[in-house]
T-cell receptor, first 110, second 116 residues
Framework: RKEVEQDPGPFNVPEGATVAFNCTYS??????FFWYRQDCRKEPKLLMS???SGNEDGRFTAQLNRASQYISLLIRDSKLSDSATYLC???????????FGPGTRLSVLP | EAGVAQSPRYKIIEKRQSVAFWCNPI?????LYWYQQILGQGPKLLIQ????????DSQLPKDRFSAERLKGVDSTLKIQPAKLEDSAVYLC??????????????FGQGTRLTVV
């Protein structure tokens, strides 16, 4: 089993749609969780950290379920500019084993 | 604040040649990562340094890949000899020592390697 798995994608959605990405991880000792965004031919950049209580940043909401070892990202009212690959990242204590999932590509269509 | 610097941006070599990539992390970041990203896949961790010591190199193909971070600051990754399947983007990232949200990793722009 891979350490971090994500929905295979791609997701093609119309503008204004709500889209959800799922991620599971295998290491129960993982401490920190992130969603990164990667535009075509660019480096990954942090979208948001994922906290145990869940967190929201504008149109983006991240949830963590430690018992199920599951992370989600919800994008509401999607924009054309949200088109990118979304990478789930899990790491252990003190920045060890910063592991990426394979990514899920999102295309928001006009 | 300066970001993670990598060079070169692009490199084309023939198979069996050698190549080296350089990375300068964000000042003060103790941890440095090298990732290989093949087109259409997520970044795969090759090696992780903490200061000048190796934390994890379990996925580094040690018969052909080597990396060093002698003074605990900048780092080089070398491939010798290169194979066609090494064609990928090589990403360097760094972060601070810490817990939880403090461990966000920052990435350089990467080196795109093409082996022909």
């Amino acid at each position: 089993r891979k350490e971090v798995e994500q929905d295979p994608g791609p997701f093609n959605v119309p503008e204004g749609a709500t889209v959800a990405f799922n991620c599971t991880y295998s290491n129960s000792a993982s401490q920190s969780f992130f969603w990164y965004r990667q535009d075509c031919r660019k480096e990954p950049k942090l979208l948001m950290s994922v906290y145990s209580s869940g967190n929201e940043d504008g149109r983006f909401t991240a949830q963590l379920n430690r018992a199920s070892q599951y992370i989600s990202l919800l994008i509401r009212d999607s924009k054309l500019s949200d088109s990118a690959t979304y990478l789930c990242v899990v790491n252990g204590n003190y920045g060890q084993n910063f592991v990426f999932g394979p990514g899920t590509r999102l295309s928001v269509l006009p | 604040e300066a970001g993670v610097a990598q060079s070169p941006r692009y490199k084309i070599i023939e198979k069996r040649q050698s190549v080296a990539f350089w990375c300068n992390p964000i000042s003060g970041h103790a941890t440095l990562y090298w990732y290989q990203q093949i087109l259409g896949q997520g970044p795969k961790l090759l090696i992780q340094f903490q200061n000048n010591g190796v934390v994890d190199d379990s996925q580094l193909p040690k018969d052909r890949f080597s990396a060093e971070r002698l003074k605990g600051v900048d780092s080089t990754l070398k491939i010798q000899p290169a194979k066609l399947e090494d064609s990928a983007v090589y990403l360097c990232a760094s972060n601070q020592l810490g817990r939880g949200r403090d461990t966000e990793a920052f990435f350089g722009q990467g080196t795109r390697l093409t082996v022909v």
